[in-house]
Antibody
Framework: EVQLVQSGAEVKKPGESLKISCKGSGYTFSTYWISWVRQMPGKGLEWMGIIYPGDSDTKYSPSFEGQVTMSVDKSISTAYLQWSSLKASDTAMYYC?????????????????WGKGTTVTVSS | DIQMTQSPSSLSASIGDRVTITCRASQDISNKLAWYQQRPGKVPNLLMYAASTLQSGVPSRFSGSGSGTDFTLTISSLQPEDVATYYCQKYNNNPWTFGQGTEVEIK
């Protein structure tokens, strides 16, 4: 079974650092792009960025560039999302999701597998 | 960047009603559009891709249409389990922008 297993809920203080994880299984992790998606309380889905585990090629949404860092360790099939200094406004649910590939062109397409999400709460 | 605009933001309909949600792209995205369903408190789930191709396991009462800039998601006969927020997403290129969502409730 293809799945993405995310790390558990986090409660942090403003200014603290954090790294959350997303471990893939049931497929060749290094050959499928992974996106991170933010959902603030009561709000919609926001695409944050995408990373290719094969070579760590990363593209950030302009809204999140410089605010977070995406990385992978393909040896353990795990993608990461990290903050160096959290703010209260980072309080949200964070999902990782795998992108499929177009069978003909090989282009990155929609998100076909989602992790269950990691809740991040930042509060003093 | 291409903007994705959904309408309405919310709707209330009766069981068995036909429900239509619209998604508009600010530029041509061909048919590179996906729809996701997010039930309350749950993980988003892929409903449809390539604007009109149903993901495996999704009930046939869901259908999609459109190309270019204008797209629709239709539920032919609304069921209680369809209470959810529905999001469109473009995937023709970076960024993979979502629409703001349409919340569907039962009247």
């Amino acid at each position: 079974e293809v799945q993405l297993v995310q790390s558990g809920a986090e409660v942090k203080k403003p200014g603290e650092s954090l790294k959350i994880s997303c471990k893939g299984s049931g497929y060749t992790f290094s050959t499928y792009w992974i996106s991170w998606v933010r959902q603030m309380p009561g709000k919609g889905l926001e695409w944050m960025g995408i990373i290719y585990p094969g070579d760590s090629d990363t593209k950030y949404s302009p809204s999140f560039e410089g605010q977070v860092t995406m990385s992978v360790d393909k040896s353990i099939s795990t993608a990461y999302l990290q903050w160096s200094s959290l703010k209260a406004s980072d309080t949200a649910m964070y999902y990782c999701a795998r992108h499929g590939r177009d069978g003909i062109t090989g282009h990155v397409v929609y998100m076909d597998v989602w992790g269950k999400g990691t809740t991040v709460t930042v509060s003093s | 960047d291409i903007q994705m605009t959904q309408s309405p933001s919310s709707l209330s309909a009766s069981i068995g009603d036909r429900v239509t949600i619209t998604c508009r792209a600010s530029q041509d995205i061909s048919n590179k559009l996906a729809w996701y369903q997010q039930r309350p408190g749950k993980v988003p789930n892929l409903l449809m891709y390539a604007a009109s191709t149903l993901q495996s396991g999704v009930p046939s009462r869901f259908s999609g249409s459109g190309s270019g800039t204008d797209f629709t998601l239709t539920i032919s006969s609304l069921q209680p389990e369809d209470v959810a927020t529905y999001y469109c997403q473009k995937y023709n290129n970076n960024p993979w922008t979502f629409g703001q969502g349409t919340e569907v409730e039962i009247k």
